[in-house]
């Protein structure tokens, strides 16, 4: 019985080839798109799972209407609203700001010459960071970095890239 189907969908696959050829590309391209769009939905529901306190983490988001029109959505909210939001509800455990920093950094050598790099992933955060986020550091302890005024933490790549090894 299976034969007689498969004998049947050849000789109409080899007879219609033009239609055939549509037809299977139109199925291997909604399977790819299916494929891609499943992946991506993956891919967003998985971010930031490798905090320890993953779940418990959220991010504010600011949503400007006019006149019920949405007309902008951003991550960037008010420098008061995160401490507003722990005082006034009691379920807000901790809160950590962060603010886009993009910019020249310069720094100088022990022999005196100005070393200058242009950084387009720097960000001005709450001493909070390690109390919200799980970032394994490599030295110093979680709880004593971004203490103090104009302290600093970098990745490894970046530590190379300003004092070599």
């Known amino acids: 019985m299976i034969q007689?189907?498969?004998?049947?969908?050849?000789?109409n696959l080899l007879k219609n080839k033009a239609i055939s050829f549509i037809?299977?590309?139109?199925l291997a391209a909604g399977?790819?798109?299916f494929l891609l769009i499943i992946q991506y939905v993956f891919s967003e529901f998985?971010?930031?799972?490798f905090h320890t306190n993953a779940e418990n983490i959220y991010r504010i988001r600011l949503d400007d209407y006019k006149q019920g029109v949405l007309t902008n959505s951003s991550?960037?909210?008010?420098?008061?609203?995160?401490?507003a939001i722990k005082e006034t509800f009691p379920e807000v455990e901790n809160f950590v700001r962060l603010h886009r920093?993009?910019?020249m950094v310069s720094?100088?050598?022990?022999?005196?010459?100005?070393?200058?790099?242009?950084?387009k992933k720097a960000f001005y955060a709450d001493s909070s960071l390690?109390?919200?986020?799980?970032?394994?550091?490599?030295k110093g302890a979680a709880n004593q970095v971004l203490r103090r005024p104009e302290s600093v933490v970098i990745s490894e790549t970046t530590a190379r890239k300003y004092f070599g090894r």
């Open 4 to 11: 007689n189907y498969i004998t049947v969908a050849s000789r």
């Open 23 to 26: 037809m299977i590309f139109g």
């Open 31 to 33: 399977i790819a798109a």
């Open 46 to 49: 998985s971010y930031d799972e």
């Open 75 to 83: 991550t960037i909210s008010y420098h008061a609203e995160a401490p």
């Open 101 to 103: 920093a993009d910019g």
């Open 107 to 119: 720094y100088r050598k022990p022999s005196g010459e100005l070393i200058s790099y242009h950084e």
């Open 130 to 138: 390690f109390d919200v986020f799980s970032f394994r550091l490599l």
